[in-house]
């Protein structure tokens, strides 16, 4: 809920779903904030479900501080997940920094900052908004590779993760998947399977849509 615009449902809702549906552990990642942080903690530790924390980040094409109209209000997507508390402290950090400071549109980091605080977090290259999935939607794959390689520089190795994400109604998400596990086989970047939760119950489509528009 606090995805604004786009998701519904708050906190308890959602782990009580994932409960009900038999998971071992739930992700929450709204866009560029860490608002439902601590609630969906708590929910999930007394639902015996493990609570993973992130951020859906706003990455900056050049500096989180540039603000040129048609340029910088062009940002991609970046999935962060606190792997450790020295994580979840990093990312408090970058998402006061990315209001502070990087506030443009939206609020914004970039790729030094996250060099900076990049410990304890785990990064997936993101939903079709990524900077890796729109070359790869744009048949750059060189320019794919080289992200690939600059996020694995940042993160390491084993802490960088190709996202396929599952929506098999958009053709165009089915081949950025088909793309990123040919990355994934030229990188070796491992693969992680994620699918995003706007809504909770099937009968609540029409309502989301509505929403999102």
Do not use: W
């Not at 062009?74 to 999935?79: A, G, M, P, S, V």
């Not at 006061?96 to 900052?113: A, C, Q, T, V």
């Not at 290259?125 to 060189?142: F, V």
């Amino acid at each position: 809920m606090y995805s604004l615009s786009d998701a519904m449902g708050d906190v308890g809702d959602l782990v009580g779903r994932a409960k009900e549906l038999g998971y071992d552990a739930v992700a929450l990642t709204d866009h560029g904030a860490l608002y439902g942080a601590i609630e969906f903690y708590e929910a999930a530790k007394k639902a015996g479900i493990k609570a993973i924390i992130g951020v859906e980040a706003n990455i900056a094409p050049n500096k989180h501080t540039d603000k040129r109209p048609a340029i910088d209000n062009h940002i991609t997507h970046l999935t962060l997940l606190a792997e450790t508390n020295e994580g979840y402290h990093n990312l408090l950090k970058l998402i006061s920094i990315s209001y502070l400071e990087g506030f443009y549109y939206k609020p914004r980091m970039d790729k030094d900052l996250l060099r900076e605080y990049h410990g304890g977090i785990i990064a997936l290259s993101g939903c079709a908004k990524g900077e890796i999935p729109k070359a790869c939607q744009s048949h750059d794959m060189e320019k794919a590779e080289m992200l690939v390689r600059t996020y694995q520089e940042i993160f390491g190795k084993e802490n960088f993760f190709l996202e396929l994400v599952y929506r098999p109604e958009s053709p165009t998400q089915i081949e950025i998947n088909e793309k990123l596990v040919e990355l994934s086989k030229k990188t070796g970047a491992p693969i992680v399977g994620t699918k995003n939760v706007h809504y909770l119950h099937e009968d609540d489509r029409e309502a989301q849509d509505a929403l999102d528009r």
